[in-house]
DNA sequence: GTTAGGG
DNA sequence: CCCTAAC
């Protein structure tokens, strides 16, 4: 064993190592050096947050969003549907945008609001958008549909020939989301979804069918702010052809992106540090090893994907432009609409808020996949390719989904709360809600495929897409030069742009799955479950450092917690502390489980023994390096 | 990967 | 218990 090779344990006793460490106290300390790279940490934000935002714009870029789902509240009875949902642990979160229905909407007075997620399961053909209601089972995620409910539609590029726009005429007709069929049919896929609620019966806003799908068309009410949307919509028009007549192979960070948009849910700084640098270093090397598969290999872990040849990569939102514009209706209010934001918009507060039967307007602004790359042969077929990616993703939406309710950040419970008892209502702040598809996962998986379910995303300021699934290249047919029809109706995996190429239908689309995947391990990002230590550990802790000392908390770990996983050599290092400190202070001061005195005395005894070795280490050191003086 | 130290 | 700089 390494330790026994490392130490001579001897007797017990504070025997001093012929060199004991020297404290590492010289070691810069964090809080001073803290102060010189103060922007550093706020640079890494930046970044983040930029990435966040290009993932935002790029999602709401994501041509093709096929799928736009209406939350509706009419009626009050209760959806049995819906409740199932919730049935189900958490996967992912909807990006949701809401309004309440300004003091011109038509009250449904729905205190029992139903919400049904929609899910188009019937034709395939494609060639006809039908709008068809649907309910969300808990098994299922939006797929082969293709979400067109405006009215009309303003599109800067058309796709000739193709229906780009369903008409919203059941809209406010029923609880349900109405769904156009994706132009090329039977696409098992994750689609944005773009869905509004319009209760009040007034037209959707029309919005922007193309890039700038997802982005507000900055039709307000009176006093809603939003005027930084607006510029992201501009920006997205503005930037669509650029886009479409790259390669598709556009980097998804653009500088001037970055500042257009702030996500709503901007939480604190240590949540985004946690995002940006435990989940993306974290999961991955966590994962890593967990995730291949024999032949193609989904992989999580970035460092395989180094050697990848074909690989899917993170930035998944794509400046690549769509095909098929999606179609969200907005109310004339001017919803927000965020291709893959995750939080709510409030829609026309007003002073009647809080009145009786005002009804509230939400709509799912996207889904969006949890981030997943792919690891595949060169030598693999483009369509092999496809299946892989579709393999992933239906494991994701086959393992089982719930909805969940956060407003933010907190998780709504109670299925029987009223919207109204939520605060779910006229006059409260909805900036920050948010809804959940949960699965149960480490179940789903197909072979090779992982959902980072070490992650858990609770929160509002959890809403980055876990993970994506996405093609750098434009499929190769799309060189190849098929034709748009064939196209359109050849491949359910592919949607044409008017350029003419081909895209994965994953990068054209975003469904934006927040993941709230849970497992029985700890989330990366979750606090561990505090364990107290025992007083046998207690004892086997100090009996340890009696030995080895303060400073060699890996030989302390491995001589007296070997088998005890849960307590790490940090943890160990943790307890001396508090135990010095608890030795240090008066009884009454102490909390917790109290610690034998006589424990505490040899806390302090072994802490004070070990620090006179250090320091004459140290000294020694300092002294003339020979060990003379030690020695 | 370990250690120290602040939070 | 978490986080992270320094090593």
Known sequence: MVVRKRLDYGSRGHQVPAMPRVPSSARGKRSARRKKDEMSPFDLLATVAGTLLVDHEN???????????????????????????????????????????????????PRQP???????????????????????????????????????????????????????????????????????????????LVSSVDLDGRPPALVSSDSSSGVPLCIHDKDRNTSHLCHA????????????NSSGCTHPCTAGNNKSYMPQYAGNSRIRKMFASKIRKAARNKMCGEMSNKGSKLNLCGKKISTTRQRVQRAMFKRQKPVRRHFTPSSAKGILTEASGASFSVEGQNPLCGSEDYNVKLRIKSFTIPELFIEIPENATVGSLKRTVMDVVTSIIESGLRVGVLLQGKSIQDDNKTLRQARICHGENLENIDFT??????QNSSPGVRIPEEMDFHGADAMKPLAMVKCEEPFSEAKAGYNSQQRVQASPHRV???????????????????????SKRPAIGQRRIRRPFSLPEVEALVEAVEQLGTGRWRDVKMLAFDN?????????????????HTASISPQQRRGEPVPQGLLDRVLAAQAYWSQQQQQVISGKASGQGCSSSC
């Not at 800067?156 to 780009?164: M, N, R, W, Y």
């Not at 919509?233 to 479409?244: C, M, S, V």
């Not at 598809?437 to 480490?442: R, V």
């Not at 003419?500 to 993941?515: K, N, R």
């Open 114 to 192: 139903n919400i049904c997620l929609a899910e188009n399961s019937s034709t395939r053909n494609g060639t006809d958008p039908v709008l068809e209601s649907l309910t969300v089972k808990p098994n299922m995620l939006v797929r082969d549909s293709v979400f067109s409910c405006t009215k009309s539609c303003n599109r800067a590029h058309g796709v000739g020939g193709i229906p780009e726009c369903g008409s919203s005429r059941s809209l406010e007709a029923t609880n349900q989301v109405q769904v156009q069929r994706p132009l090329d049919g039977d696409t098992t896929a994750l689609y944005s």
């Open 564 to 580: 005890t996983d849960h307590r790490t050599y940090v943890d160990l290092k943790d307890k001396w502390k508090t135990l010095v």
């Open 437 to 442: 598809l949960e699965c149960e996962a480490g």
């Open 496 to 518: 044409q742009s008017e350029h003419g190429s081909v895209h994965s239908l994953f990068e054209t689309t975003a469904l934006a799955i927040v993941p709230v995947c849970k």
């Open 233 to 244: 919509e501009a920006r997205h028009a503005a930037d669509r052809d650029d886009d479409e």
């Open 59 to 109: 999602s709401s870029n994501a041509p093709g969003i096929n799928a736009a789902a209406a939350l509706t509240y009419a009626r009050k009875r209760k959806s049995v549907k819906a409740e199932k949902c919730d049935d189900v642990p958490p996967l992912k979160s909807m990006a949701v945008e809401n309004c309440i229905a300004g003091s011109g909407g038509v009250c449904a007075s």
